[in-house]
């Protein structure tokens, strides 16, 4: 059931179908340029004949059918050039190690923190809450001076380390906020049986919290993951020489060039690098929000 | 049987599971500690320590590189607080503050109360239009940067297709025109994020309520702000901070669209400090700008805080 008295057609459209259109066609169309643009041969985009927002597959001829395909305007070129005469793939690798190893790092810390914030009544429980919150808040922006000067001094500069040991800065109170409101609503009852029946802590959270608290785990590595993934400032600055680039800085740092031939593949590259998150995104955007705002939805 | 059993011995409130029992190690204070040592090893070394690294860096002359530097006392905050750049910088970061975060939540709130409907489609839509916001930044900043482009933009394009200009928009080679097409990009990657949080929030409006208002002939407006709005204004104030926060904080939009250019003219906190450390070498001047930030940041956050509390956390 709609909202009540909007039962007219007209209403509909007007009310609901033509915003949510107007939304859709603002939000997608730089995604749905980034797409063609990464297909069009380059003569194409220089044509200012031919509709920019279209590929010239279909053409209209003169006589019986009516209609021709030309399929030398859609062109593979861009990505092939990606991989071929770039180092896209070597970007690739490292993004994944990078994101990888920090993921895996933060969601060890973060189901540490989590439980002990989530599951246990301690004095200081509530203090070290709101340090994880706080933490959360502090931007890169804000530190990245001085981190470049404390990874130069550990020897770190431009290896995988740099950003594996410093990526969880931002992913560990970000998962271990997500993890202790996750805890928090299982119930208690279980553990305390276990408990009862000779279990010790340990054993009742390895073996009966932690299974029930998967999916919550499960989510916030997906997070985790997708957060590093697109992590820009610390990867420029720590890992932004040679071939140790992560996607998004290689792109951005080595694919623009002053000529107006870089477009294609600059959009192929932007579409590629975004491909994973979406995909790992579009399956857990419920709980991003919940986990996010956890705070103020229950109760 | 030992869950009932259990059960019971603890609404009797005898025993205590888990505490004073066996080792050391079965106490939850104990416990606890123990399990967050290893996040906060890594929190302490990489984010606390570099902080406090920052602010006594921010009061020194170090260059990039060099390990011999002097203790200057606050010389680089005052010079920064005359540096007309840096004036700018502070007037850029207010201005794309006041001028993304109204739009991101108007648009936000809108949007979501269209998602909050049954309709076909409608998870389609809502993981569809959340795409702006989760995608690598730097990345859907180059299709900004080719909608912007001074030579090929179909904005412009199409603007002169309609004959309502002559010449191609100069998007981000004028000092304003570079500031709003800032702003307009920040507002498309944030909108979502207000929308999603909202749209979480409108769960919790109940139904019934909604209708019976209708039935009592509330109008549109009425119902919204007297049933809806009440009921989600704590998730909007949050999310209206968290953007407040990551706004004023910003960098790649910035840094991969215009550099701070031109001529310095669109600089936030963020690039300015990269290009005072990395591209000019003064790590001492690139923390103090950093570190300006600070005040904002904190304050935001202590509202920020207090808002996630009263709203029932804990």
Redesign the interface.
């Known amino acids: 059931?709609?909202?009540?008295?909007e039962n007219r057609w007209w209403q509909r459209v007007l009310y609901?179908y033509l915003?949510?259109g107007f939304?859709?066609v603002?939000?997608?169309f730089?995604?749905y340029?980034?797409l063609i643009?990464s297909f069009k041969p380059d003569g194409d985009?220089?044509d200012?004949q031919a509709n920019?927002?279209l590929l010239h597959v279909l053409n209209r001829t003169e006589g019986f059918p009516f209609i021709s395909f030309d399929w030398s305007n859609i062109t593979l070129k861009h990505y092939r050039y990606l991989y071929n005469d770039t180092e896209f793939t070597r970007w690739l690798w490292n993004t994944i190690i990078v994101t990888v190893g920090a993921t895996a790092?933060s969601l060890?810390?973060?189901v540490?923190?989590g439980?002990?914030?989530g599951r246990?009544?301690?004095?200081g429980?509530?203090l070290?809450?709101?340090a994880i919150?706080?933490?959360y808040?502090?931007?890169?922006?804000?530190?990245?001076?001085?981190?470049?000067?404390?990874v130069s001094r550990l020897h770190l500069y431009n290896r995988y380390w740099a950003l594996i040991?410093?990526y969880?800065?931002f992913l560990?109170?970000f998962a271990?906020w997500l993890l202790m409101g996750y805890f928090q609503t299982i119930s208690g009852?279980?553990?305390?049986?276990a408990?009862?029946?000779g279990a010790?802590?340990?054993q009742a959270m390895w073996q009966i919290i932690l299974p029930l608290a998967l999916p919550g785990i499960l989510s916030a590595g997906i997070f985790c993951f997708?957060l590093a993934?697109?992590e820009?400032?610390y990867a420029?600055?720590f890992m932004g020489t040679g071939d140790m680039k992560t996607?998004?800085?290689g792109?951005?740092s080595d694919l623009?060039k002053a000529d107006?031939y870089f477009?294609g593949p600059?959009?192929a590259?932007?579409i590629l690098?975004?491909v994973p998150?979406?995909i790992a995104?579009?399956f857990f955007?419920?709980n991003?929000?919940?986990g996010?705002?956890?705070?103020?939805?229950?109760? | 049987m030992a869950l009932v059993h259990t059960s019971k011995i603890a609404e009797q409130g005898e025993i205590q599971p888990a505490q004073g029992r066996g080792s050391i190690f079965q106490r939850d204070g104990v416990l606890a500690w123990l399990f967050m040592i290893p996040g906060w090893t890594i929190l302490l070394l990489f984010m606390a320590y570099p902080f406090f690294l920052g602010i006594y860096l921010s009061m020194t002359d170090k260059m990039l590189g060099f390990n011999d530097f002097q203790f200057i006392g606050l010389e680089n905050y005052r010079y920064l607080w005359t540096d007309s750049i840096f004036q700018q910088t502070l007037r850029n970061t207010a201005i794309y503050g006041v001028g993304t975060v109204p739009f991101k939540l108007l648009f936000g709130l809108g949007l979501a109360l269209l998602l909050n409907r049954q309709f076909r489609f409608s998870r389609f839509f809502r993981a569809g239009l959340l795409l702006p916001w989760i995608v690598p930044t730097a990345l859907s900043s180059l299709a900004w940067l080719m909608l912007f482009s001074a030579v090929l933009s179909p904005i412009s394009l199409v603007l002169r297709q309609w004959g309502l200009i002559d010449q191609n928009i100069n998007f981000l080679g004028d000092a304003w025109n570079a500031r709003i097409s800032l702003c307009i990009a920040n507002i498309w990657r944030g909108t979502p994020f207000f929308a999603i949080s909202i749209l979480a929030g409108l769960q919790a409006v109940p139904t019934e309520l909604v209708e019976a208002a209708a039935l009592d002939g509330a109008s549109r407006w009425q119902r919204f702000q007297a049933v809806v709005f009440p009921v989600i204004k704590p998730i909007v104030l949050i999310t209206t901070l968290f953007s407040v926060i990551w706004t004023i904080s910003d960098f790649q939009l910035v840094y991969v669209l215009t550099k701070g250019g031109p001529a310095n003219e669109t600089h936030v906190l963020g690039t300015y400090a990269y290009q005072i450390g990395m591209n000019a070498t003064d790590i001492g001047q690139a923390a103090a700008i950093s570190l300006y930030m600070f005040p904002a940041l904190a304050l935001g956050a202590i509202l920020l805080l207090r808002s996630v509390r009263s709203g029932g956390a804990r």
């Open positions: 059931m709609n909202i009540v008295g609901f915003p949510l939304f859709a603002l939000l997608l730089p995604f340029w980034m643009v985009l220089l200012t920019p927002f790092i060890i810390c973060a540490f923190i439980y002990a914030l246990f009544k301690f004095r429980g509530n070290m809450g709101a919150f706080i933490a808040l502090v931007p890169p922006t804000l530190l990245f001076i001085p981190l470049a000067e404390l040991l410093t969880p800065t560990i109170p271990s009852e279980l553990e305390d049986a408990l009862v029946d010790t802590r340990l997708t993934w697109n820009f400032l420029l600055v996607v998004p800085v792109v951005v623009i107006v477009w600059l959009m590259a932007a690098g975004s998150v979406a995104y579009s955007v419920d991003y929000v919940s996010l705002t956890a705070g103020a939805t229950k109760g």
